[in-house]
């Protein structure tokens, strides 16, 4: 696992498999959204959050079709997205 330095302004979504059909999906305990920016991040995360809680077949779908097209297309390691090309890709 590769440590990354301290970073206070970005929140971290912890996603951990439980057995082959299961997951859990956390977020940074100690993330403090204490400026506007912050509360921002802070509030999509608790939506990633629920979304992964109220219908994880969606999640799970969703990230399947993505993976397989990163694998498809050797952009696994890929940092980042531009949302208008994935849009396309996935409709």
């Given amino acids: 696992m590769t440590r990354t330095k301290k970073d206070d302004t970005?929140?971290?979504i912890f996603v951990t498999p439980f057995g082959k059909t299961k997951f859990s999906c956390r977020l940074e305990p100690k993330y403090k959204p204490d400026t506007p920016?912050?509360?921002l991040a802070f509030i999509v995360a608790l939506g990633i959050r629920q979304l992964s809680?109220?219908?994880?077949?969606l999640v799970y779908g969703l990230g399947r079709n993505v993976y397989d097209l990163l694998k498809e297309n050797n952009e696994l390691e890929s940092k980042i997205i531009k949302?208008?090309?994935?849009?396309?890709?996935?409709?």
């Fill in 10 to 12: 970005t929140i971290k």
């Fill in 83 to 91: 949302l208008d090309d994935w849009r396309d890709k996935l409709n």
């Fill in 37 to 39: 920016e912050k509360e």
């Fill in 53 to 57: 809680r109220d219908d994880p077949d």
